[in-house]
């Protein structure tokens, strides 16, 4: 909620934005400012917003318990079209949704934030049959109604109002929108910004794509691969050479191995006519060997050097990192032990969030009497690699390859769920022989009963900043909640995978070069493309090189 009447005095009426707009017709008397809707009170759709207790003989009402009120709500008319709108949002059916639309209000249903949502995204479902025509005509039309009502907008909304705009070919009032709805203290996510960025990539005003990126980044909103694409495009169709080299750098740090689709925009901007007149023909090389080392390795931030045109080879690069088709040796780049730290703090954090605190707490005192180890193993994933039934046999094997590579020929820690290590196959007498040793070399944790026990065996590899060995690609919600740039590049330089077959088991290293975006002392580039999980298939990168000729 806006804070005071001077930050309300600042909001400028929505409709003011909208009405002039020559696909859009409103009275004077309907033009509710978004001013006003914040300042009543919507009707919410709640169980208790509707009277689903009948009365009783003297007046009162019978209470009814949660699960009754539920299906009083459900079976209510509000309900109904709840229900009518979903069927019409998973069918892409936007006729429907506006005929229901139009029925309900005929007949006097309240409508609430969730049937606007649902009808505004629904007025921005691409179909092949003219609705989707109507839905952008009538889009701003419900979107006017819903104010109307005095029912306060969320984020959704106006990412679903920008949408219509932008399907209109409209990014300004898209972006206008988006400005709208920081002015009333809602947090804009990444998707309430593509509507204004694409629409403005599209038409080719790279000025104002740029500004909805500095919006962005003023909004604490990191663009992902899709909208430094679209920055990337819009950048080389215009030649601009230093927003082309800053969103390269955007990419490496972010994206670090792109799709087909970036790659095809990057390898345009190299083949590019303008790509060849400029870069420096002299430079510093103490300037580059300074940009090496605050970076890391792997890229100096200086600037296009050489000059001429480019040579732009689809190639590969061997497992030492040398690549195949200029000879170059790519690095691998080093990672701040500050950031590590910081990190493993962090991870802390969200484990003792999301698991039993004192459990968690416990393995941390555990993991400090009983650490460091060289590696860890995610016991589970390991054991259950490529056969139908958890084996402790497979997963011994794999500890005892471990123990070889380590340099102290220490047991690697191995993390396991209670129940693996009590039930089913740890009844062999053999396998207890194996879960009692490993016990009393102080290398096996059993996490207890309703914990996951991702957030112990990722929490130890980081803590012990040693090898983690699982074949978990560490994609799912779970990890996301990390939300660091950080984590790719520590598992990338951690993470052990295993190769299980009728022939054994075999462990994946990490590479000796780090797989991302790198930037020469001599000017050259080399990009890599996301490849397959299976690591039989070479990973495809572009070799970009040209004359480096430095006096």
Not at 45 to 62: L, R, V
Not at 90 to 103: F, M, R, T
Not at 377 to 382: E, H, I, K
Request: proline share 4%; with cysteine; aromatic share 8%.
């Amino acid at each position: 909620m806006l804070r005071g009447s001077a930050a309300m005095a600042k909001l400028t009426p929505l409709f003011s934005i909208l009405t002039h707009r020559p696909f859009l017709s409103f009275s004077n008397s309907h033009s509710y400012s978004l001013k006003h809707t914040i300042n009543h009170r919507p009707i919410p759709f709640t169980t208790s917003a509707i009277n689903t207790s009948p009365p009783t003989p003297n007046g009162g009402t019978i209470k009814l318990s949660t699960k009754e009120r539920r299906k009083a709500a459900r079976e209510s008319p509000e309900g109904i079209l709840q229900k009518k709108l979903n069927d019409c949002s998973k069918s892409g059916d936007v006729l429907q949704a506006l005929h229901l639309y139009d029925e309900a209000r005929k007949s006097g249903v309240l409508f609430n934030l969730e049937h606007y949502n649902k009808l505004l995204y629904l007025c921005t479902v691409q179909t092949s049959d003219g609705a989707a025509d109507l839905g952008l005509q009538r889009g701003f039309e419900i979107f006017q109604q819903m104010l109307n009502d005095k029912i306060k907008p969320n984020e959704a909304t106006f990412t679903n109002a920008a949408r219509v705009a932008a399907a209109k070919e409209d990014p300004e009032m898209a972006f206008e929108l988006l400005r709208q709805m920081k002015s009333v203290e809602i947090a804009p996510k990444l998707r309430s910004y593509g509507p204004a960025l694409y629409g403005f990539c599209k038409r080719g005003d790279a000025a104002k794509a740029y500004e909805v990126d500095a919006d962005m980044i003023e909004s604490g909103v990191m663009a992902e691969e899709p909208e430094l694409c679209a920055l990337l495009e819009v950048s080389v169709k215009t030649g601009n050479e230093d927003k082309v080299y800053e969103i390269l750098h955007r990419l490496r740090a972010v994206v670090r191995q792109v799709s087909e689709s970036t790659l095809k925009v990057v390898e345009d901007w190299f083949k590019s006519e303008y790509a060849e007149k400029i870069g420096k023909r002299e430079w510093d090389d103490e300037k580059i060997r300074e940009g090496f080392v605050r970076g890391g390795g792997g890229w100096h931030g200086e600037g296009w050097l050489g000059s001429g045109q480019w040579k732009v080879v689809h190639t590969h690069v061997d497992e030492d990192g040398m690549c195949l088709s200029c000879n170059e040796k790519l690095v691998s780049i080093d990672i701040d032990t500050k950031e590590t730290k910081n990190f493993a703090a962090s991870l802390t954090k969200l484990a003792c969030e999301k698991e039993h605190k004192a459990n968690f707490n416990h393995f941390q005192k555990w993991l400090e009497k009983n650490g460091p180890f060289d590696a860890v193993v995610d016991g589970a994933n390991v054991g259950l690699a490529n056969v139908p039934d958890f084996n402790f046999s497979q997963l011994n094997n794999v500890v005892r390859q471990l123990r070889q590579l380590s340099p102290s020929k220490r047991l690697p820690l191995i993390i396991l769920h209670v129940n693996r290590v009590t039930s089913g196959p740890a009844r062999n007498a053999t396998y207890k022989r194996l879960i009692e040793n490993w016990k009393s070399s102080g290398v096996l944790y059993a996490t207890p009963h309703g914990s996951n026990d991702d957030w112990y065996w990722l929490y130890a590899a980081v803590s012990c900043n040693c090898l983690l060995l699982t074949n978990d690609e560490m994609r799912d919600h779970l990890f996301q909640l990390l939300g660091s740039s950080f984590f790719p590049r520590w598992k990338e330089k951690h993470q052990v995978r295993v190769s299980a077959s009728s022939r054994g088991v075999s462990l994946i290293l990490p590479p000796r070069y780090s797989i991302v975006i790198q930037e020469s002392a001599n000017g050259s580039w080399h990009v890599p493309t996301v490849s397959s999980d299976d690591p039989d298939i070479q990973r495809k990168w572009l070799c970009v090189t040209r004359s480096s000729k430095n006096s």
